[in-house]
């Protein structure tokens, strides 16, 4: 039986066959492949890890409960309840042309969860039968494959990051689920993978990363525009997000500061408010607000500092100074640590001075807020991706760290340690992101729209924080390659 079962798969008649008698009665001839056959149980984190071409849409109408695929993972499904009719069905997912995962077939109206799973499965191992990898959706316009670690430029020209990320098996997760990400990602300036690999790695890793955090939280993107980089809509409301990334300075204003140099905390914050203020005042002098398509909407600047090697893990708290103005001072008083607050006018470093306050400079009414991560990195990636089941098994995950402790009267952060692994942690695009919101803002931006991150105001001279239960402050990441 088995030999004739090997013999009937390699005719080029036996789709043809299994069509003509039907799967079901294929399966019941030959159960002892079935297992072969058989959907495999996928996790959510995975199967969202290979669906970010999914619009945000579909969440209004149904519930995905069940995620599987085939053993090849050419095609997904996903077993989903209806929110309005309350009954049962399902969705087949498979690769286009661009290797975005679509749906390719669907059941609808089953009256409970284990009909409508069988369905499912009998229509993943069809599937896994034909072989098919590639199912064409017909699109007017088919636009090619984006692989961003395709090799685009010259092995000199190559940004030592790049590479690194690239060839190194401790990186293959975040090079799997970043490949993933971008096949649904539009380039609109068309020399996004020319950059990512040579000149501007941190920048396009800052935005890739946005776009992830975006899709998380249920934008629908729109990137016909060349700026500002991403038009988001979610429901009836409409913003505007602009990247934009510190980095290092070059020439004779190349002067390093970094708390192992300065030991000052006020002159390392005068030193991170002028890098933040400098790359902050070059997207006010675009004026995007004036854009037809921009007026009347929100506005948010994305900040990421990549100008020194992690320094994003220490120059964060000093950005919230520099955007409001403002300095908490700490002293120990009769009922434990009390916090006074300083305003700062102009902030110094050598010959270098700028005015503090970034929310009271002109034109900056214009924008919304701020956003700021210091989780836009290879580091972010590499988690995400081990959580998603990618990359090399046998590199293990450990992520070190504080974040805010949310115990009365704690004004320390808490140390955190991890083991990154799937089943056994979570973890978001949107963890350990700040929003500052700007309190001179012509057009405010509702908190509504980003329910997970963390949101900072200015109210009667003092600043009103709203933080998750788990909120990241600065971390680490390691990566063991065991042999």
Request: glycine share 6%.
């Amino acid at each position: 039986m088995g030999r004739c079962w090997t013999n009937l798969l390699k005719m080029e008649n036996a789709l043809a066959f299994f069509r003509e008698l039907g799967l079901k009665i294929v399966l019941s001839l030959f159960p002892s492949f079935l297992k072969y056959m058989a959907a495999k149980a996928i996790s959510k984190a995975r199967f969202e890890a290979l669906t970010f071409s999914k619009l945000p849409s579909v969440e209004l109408f149904v519930e995905e409960r069940e995620w599987y695929a085939d053993q090849d993972e050419n095609v997904l499904g996903v077993l989903v309840w209806d929110k309005h009719d309350h009954d049962w069905g399902y969705v087949v997912l498979g690769r286009d042309e661009r290797a975005l995962f679509r749906a390719i077939d669907q059941g609808v109206s089953h009256p409970n969860a284990d009909t409508a799973r069988r369905e499912l499965h009998l229509k993943l191992s069809y599937y896994a039968i034909t072989g098919d990898k590639v199912f064409p959706q017909g699109d007017s316009v088919i636009k090619i494959k984006f692989e961003i670690f395709k090799p685009v430029a010259s092995e000199n020209k190559l940004n030592d990051s790049f590479r690194m990320l690239a060839e190194e098996e401790g990186y293959s997760s975040a090079r799997k689920i970043m490949s993933e990400i971008a096949y649904s990602f539009e380039d609109t300036d068309g020399n996004y993978i020319q950059q990512f690999q040579t000149t501007a790695f941190d920048a396009r890793l800052w935005e890739l990363f946005l776009y992830a955090f975006l899709h998380e939280n249920k934008f629908f993107i729109d990137r016909r525009f060349a700026a500002p980089d991403y038009l988001c809509e979610k429901f009836d409301h409409t913003i505007f997000l602009e990247a934009v990334t510190v980095n290092p300075t070059h020439g004779d204003e190349g002067v390093q500061v970094s708390p192992e140099t300065e030991r000052d905390r006020e002159k390392l914050a005068d030193y991170a408010a002028i890098k933040f203020g400098s790359a902050l005042f070059s997207k006010l002098t675009k004026r995007y607000w004036e854009l037809e398509h921009v007026k009347g909407k929100p506005l948010i600047i994305a900040i990421a500092d990549f100008h020194q090697p992690h320094s994003m893990l220490w120059t964060h708290p000093f950005l919230w100074q520099y955007l409001y103005g403002i300095r908490v001072q700490k002293r120990q008083g009769v009922q434990g640590v009390e916090l006074s607050y300083q305003s700062i006018r102009e902030q110094v470093v050598g010959n270098k001075r700028i005015p503090s306050n970034f929310f009271v400079q002109p034109d900056s009414e214009n924008i919304s807020a701020v956003l700021f991560s210091n989780s836009g990195t290879v580091s972010k990636f590499t988690r995400m991706g081990k959580l998603a089941s990618f990359g090399v098994p046998n590199v293990k995950v450990l992520r070190k760290g504080v974040c805010y402790d949310h115990g009365d009267d704690k004004v320390e952060p808490k140390k955190f340690v991890i083991q990154v692994e799937e089943g056994k942690c979570t973890e978001t695009w949107s963890e350990g992101v700040s929003i500052f919101h700007n309190p001179n803002a012509k057009i405010p931006l509702e908190p509504e729209l980003f329910p997970t991150v963390g949101h900072h105001y200015l109210r009667d001279e003092k600043i009103v924080t709203y933080l998750p239960d788990f909120f990241p402050l600065a971390s680490i990441t390691q990566t063991v390659h065991f042999k």
